[in-house]
């Protein structure tokens, strides 16, 4: 019974992937520039594959991803798990977070920028920024949701620090973690595009502001999906298997 | 020189802002190897003073002596299996370092006639299944002090009686010292050398009687029977409170 729905639904999956192509083949059958069909997309993905800078371009901008996305878990989830530990914490830097939060993704990339210089650092820490408070906030969620009657039982059995924070700490936490994760990734990839464009010579959004300026539609439209595509083959290869290990024990 | 020495000047519990005494003037002292079971109606203080005794609460008047680094397995009112360990894991969590292959976890939870459940969740197992697995993993350190708060409550008849004699049967192999919490007059006669009562709150020690009735005795066994009616004759008024709350829970 489960198996045959998850048959329906990858089938159902299947014709609305198939559906969107046939809805862009006939609205590029008009033979405008401003959309090329998806034939001469998938033409210009190869070219720039093979003979243009895509795959270059699709590490370095992964490379800023990955270095951003580790930095940004590492510091929110620290400074979660001291916000929701302790009240007097909280109280000190709850306003910090919520002018985290609201401040927006392109005033802390040019400030990085202005402040720290047009390198890789100021690039990274940029998207970094913008993403520590959203992590923060969603484990100090689960820093204060921690069941204390847990720890309890390994204080009893005076359990080291380091097994008490692997079986009976973190593992409380990894709900949140995953969440913080899920969320975190599709907001840096974004982020990081955008500093791209603003700042560096290189990636994705260097590309795609270059394209932008040449008008070259079907260009923009192959490094987009050629990334999207690689962002979908994360979530579903490596998130979601983490996920399913990490949350065994609940089915 | 006892086990645990206890002397308790004041506990006090804040309750929606205000403080309320959770226990007062409470001293007793228990020998190596004693079964002491502590009776008294809810509400008296009887879990706090195991948390006291544990040393998970240390906010109090008064002092607790007990060796430092006694080994201590703690059986709480609730499970409190971590639900992403396994059966075998949760067990085995308490032995440090962490134990190689096949051993003594698994040895005791097959005595628990938990055998088939060994790599289960806690999540799939029955509620019943969830307290034993909590009985050997207070069990497998070989704990010289073993503090129970009501384990057994819940759980049907003949279960609850089997593990009342794994409890005393790893009393008799180990001697651990035990404090055994219950608000069940028949269970703290047929377990105990000795029965403090408690009153309800603050709890204080109203009556500190030793038992002297033969093993083995069974909860409802003639035996037991006849030093409960005994004891409720001779100390009406101490028990009365305790007594309403169990004919209370026998007509509901």
Known sequence: MVSRLTLQDSGLRLLSALLLLAVWQAASLSGSPL?????????????????????????????????????????????????GRSRRIDGLFDLWLVL????????????????????????????????????????????????????????????????????AYLPQLYPYFMAATRSGLSLIWKIVLVVELIGRSNGVGFRLGLYFQFFDIANILAYSASFIAIMLAIEGFIIRPLERRLT???? | MNALDIAIARKIYRKGGRDAV???????????GQFLCIVGPSGCGKTTLLSIVAGLDRDFEGSVGRADRARIGFVFQTPRLMPWLTARDNVRLALYPPPRGEGRAEALLREMNLGGQLDSYPGHLSGGQQRRVALARAFVNEPELLLLDEPFTSLDAPTAQRLRDSLLALWAKHQPTVLFVTHDLREALSLGDRILFLSAGPGRIVLDLPIELARPRLPDGPAVEAARKRLLDTYPQLLAGLDKQKSAEDAA
């Open chain 1, 35 to 83: 959309l090329p069909g998806p034939l001469a997309v998938a033409r210009a993905l190869i070219d720039d594959l093979v003979h243009g800078d895509l795959l270059s371009d699709l590490g370095y901008t992964l490379a800023r991803v990955a270095a951003s996305f580790v930095i940004a878990m590492a510091a929110g989830s620290a400074i979660g798990m001291l916000m």
């Open chain 1, 100 to 167: 985290g939060l609201n401040v927006p993704a392109l005033v802390i990339i040019i400030l990085c920028y202005l402040w720290i210089g047009l390198n890789e650092t100021a690039a990274i820490a940029a998207v970094a920024l913008n993403k520590v408070a959203q992590s923060a906030v969603i484990l100090r969620e689960g820093a204060r949701s921690v069941d204390r009657s847990l720890l309890q039982v390994a204080e009893v059995m005076r359990l080291p620090w380091d097994r008490v924070l692997l079986k």
């Open chain 1, 248 to 251: 065994r024990w609940r089915t």
């Open chain 2, 22 to 32: 959770a226990l007062a003037d409470f001293s007793f002292g228990v020998p190596h």
